[in-house]
């Protein structure tokens, strides 16, 4: 099982306070000892993701909630098909509605995302692997997605993993100046370095970088790094890859294919709760 974020509980918050700051003036509408029930469906073909943020939202909102999951988190799921059914206070089932799909649209469509590209690298060596391209508020979340997906996470932030790219580079005074600061400081961490030519790869493996990120290599020079590397350094595939040419990247042998789009360019599940029985 793919462990929650310890931030939900505050991304579930935050989510709610936004939605509904002093109180649902058209929820209250509805008597407040009215009880019924609902269901939650699919209009797309998805991967199923954001089950526990769902279920935040609907208790937070309202303790006495029940919802009876008919999915699991990484399931596939088709048009029409059911994803849970809920009952209890009226009010809360509607208040807590738009709050709970927007998590689960979200996030159903990063791990559908991420399905589709693990899928189109099967039978290579090559991990689809996410960025820190995220939704602010949600990467904890997005990256839980991925993993249900299927992908893998690169570093959740800037705190636990380190990556030199060009602008450190120029800063340090060298790739190797940058990796030996970077050994200095945080002995037992990996270190990457994003290379844009084969002579700066060369210069990464010199400084026995861990893993070198090959920044808008065409195939040609995938295959050439691959070649200079020789298994002393891990190759990650990057930048304005896209779903078209992903195979032919992930067969020059590379170790990693990081996506962006996993994140940043998805589209939202089509999903719709409905109340399948009047107020009583």
């Known amino acids: 099982m793919i462990p929650v974020p310890d931030d939900l509980p505050r991304q579930v918050s935050a989510a709610i306070e936004e939605d509904l700051g002093e109180g649902d003036i058209t929820a ?4 407040a000892s009215a009880t019924t029930t609902a269901r939650i469906i699919t209009r797309d073909q998805a991967v199923f993701c954001g089950a526990p943020w769902a279920e935040a939202v609907f208790l937070s909102v309202d303790p006495a909630i029940r919802i009876h999951w008919r999915v699991r988190d990484g399931d596939a799921v088709e048009p029409e098909q059911v994803l849970c059914e809920l009952e209890g206070p009226a009010r809360g089932l509607l208040t807590a509605e738009r709050t709970a799909l927007n998590f689960l ?72 100046a940058a990796v030996n600061a970077a050994r200095g400081s945080h002995p037992g961490i990996a270190v990457e370095v994003e290379v844009e030519s084969l002579e700066e790869l060369r210069e990464a493996l010199a400084a026995q970088a861990d893993i070198v ?68």
Do not use: W
């Open 28 to 31: 209250a509408l509805i008597p």
């Open 105 to 176: 649209q979200t996030l159903s469509a990063t791990a559908t995302e991420t399905r589709a590209h693990v899928a189109i690298v099967a039978g290579t060596r090559a991990t689809i692997l996410d960025t820190r391209k995220t939704i602010p508020g949600l990467r904890t979340a997005q990256k839980y997605a991925v993993r249900c997906g299927g992908g893998e996470n690169h570093r959740s932030g800037l705190f636990d993993g380190i990556l030199i790219k060009e602008n450190h580079i120029a800063a340090c005074g060298g790739i190797k």
């Open 213 to 280: 990120m090959l920044d808008n290599f065409d195939l040609p020079m995938l295959r050439q790094a691959v070649d200079l590397a020789a298994g002393n350094a891990r190759l990650e595939a990057s930048g304005g890859l896209d779903r078209e040419g992903l195979r032919a990247v992930a067969e020059t042998g590379v170790d990693y294919i990081s996506i962006g789009a996993l994140t940043k360019h998805v589209r939202a599940v089509d999903l719709s709760m409905r109340v399948t029985e009047p107020s009583t």
